[in-house]
């Protein structure tokens, strides 16, 4: 019997599946079974087609889609077990893994925890894809993995990302990436979000849940141990403290080496304390969400928390990029379409904040975005910023920010004064 393209990558999938183990995961199953029954429907109908798998450059061969008769939203399906075929067939860092803390970039030490990172590190969470509740629309893994070897190559060397992202997608992308890396980056994962119904986010801090993530994240990064685990979100509340004894844990079994916490409040920090030192946070902090600057990033100074920020660039906002007719045409399945900050009365505000970072960046021979970012880097409790990439090209602009110390002058203007 002759197997046109996608039916063959069909079984060539599930004996990847089946080999690795990863056929147990309820999710991948269904998703496998949809697939499958999709490309039946197509060869009833005497429908034929093909794939085409085209090297990535460096360390990954990639970019497999389905035959014609396959809805595109399946295409995350067969991108991700392309991913897992070659994750798998990678020797795995054992022992003790060299990282690589030294860099032609300008670094500093984050909080107490002896990791020297450089001011911006990779956020991972675009490159999850869409099809889930905070997904950013779709995403290309060669253009992420390609993105990741870029920021690299510049001397980043720290990435963030979170189980969440993508639900696993995330994490594959950035285990690929990694693979055969030796020194490689500092890893930065995340813990508390779940996988609900419709692929909606759903929230546990209980200590099995975190425990079983772990592991998970674990395999999926393919590293022996994850430089920094965090709570998401300190949602729910009353659980927060069994949710940090169960990160103290891990750290005390030498799955982790540092723990930190993300979104919490003063009072929430003050709680965890308790049980364990909370070495870092990551907050929102940004020239369009500044909320952490009453309580919060002055409480870590003084406590001597590391803090590294997210969405220093307000999402995309800020980066000068982002018009009005460019966020009409989102994607319906990124979640930017549905936030204030995007939508009237705010957009105008913010739209006017780009033109002045514009004139800053004309001044200063950069981006508006590095302006941003160097702008939250001002803050003396900060001491790196997430940003998220999703193409090569869009990674050299943005690690100027690095180097980049803004004066008096540019402050002002970006004040409009």
Excluded at 152 to 158: F, K, S
Excluded at 272 to 277: K, L, R, T, V
Aim: aromatic share 6%.
């Amino acid at each position: 019997m002759r197997l046109h393209g996608t039916s063959a990558l069909l079984v060539i999938s599930w004996f990847a599946l089946a080999v690795t183990g990863l056929a147990q995961e309820p999710t991948l199953r269904e998703q496998f079974q949809a697939a499958a029954a999709t490309c039946q429907q197509a060869a009833d109908d005497g429908v034929g087609g093909g794939s085409d798998v085209g090297p990535r450059q460096k360390r990954v061969d990639q970019g497999a889609g389905p035959d014609t008769a396959a809805p595109s939203h399946h295409r995350w399906y067969f991108e991700t077990v392309l991913i897992v075929l070659y994750y798998e067939s990678q020797p795995r860092l054992t022992g003790q893994e060299r990282l690589m803390p030294t860099t032609q970039l300008k670094t500093t030490e984050l909080g107490a925890t002896g990791l020297e990172i450089t001011r911006i590190g990779f956020g991972a969470w675009a490159i999850g894809g869409g099809g889930w509740e905070f997904g950013w629309g779709p995403q290309e893994d060669a253009e992420s993995l390609a993105a990741i070897d870029r920021a690299l190559e510049l001397g980043v060397n720290w990435i963030d990302t979170a189980a969440a992202y993508g639900f696993g997608h995330s994490e594959r992308v950035v285990g690929a990436a990694l693979s055969g890396l030796d020194p490689r980056p500092y890893v930065f994962t995340k813990a508390s979000l779940l996988e609900g119904p419709g692929r909606r986010v759903i929230h546990s801090l209980k200590r099995d849940s975190i425990l079983r993530e772990a592991h998970a994240s674990l395999d999926r990064l393919g590293v022996d141990a994850i430089d920094l685990y965090q709570i998401h979100w300190p949602v729910p509340d009353e659980d927060i403290e069994e949710g940090w004894a169960a990160l103290a844990e891990l750290k005390e079994q030498g799955l982790v080496r540092h723990i930190g916490v993300s979104n919490f409040d003063v009072a929430q920090l003050r709680r965890i304390q308790a049980i364990a030192p909370v070495e870092t946070l990551q907050p929102q902090y940004s020239l369009v969400e500044r909320a952490a600057e009453d309580e919060i990033l002055p409480f870590c100074e003084r406590e001597g928390i590391g803090v590294i920020v997210y969405s220093p660039m307000g999402s995309g906002l800020l980066t000068g990029g982002m018009t009005r007719e460019r966020i009409a045409g989102l994607p319906d399945d990124d979640w930017r379409r549905h936030d204030a900050r995007f939508t009237e009365p705010q957009l105008s505000r913010h739209l006017a904040l780009v033109e002045r970072l514009e004139a800053v960046a004309e001044r200063r021979d950069t981006t508006p975005g590095a302006v941003a970012v160097a702008w939250a880097l001002l803050h003396p409790a900060v001491d790196g910023a997430i940003v998220g990439f999703r193409r090569p090209d869009q990674v050299d602009p943005i690690v100027a920010a690095a180097g980049l110390e803004l004066d008096a002058l540019d402050i002002a203007m970006i004040r409009g004064a």
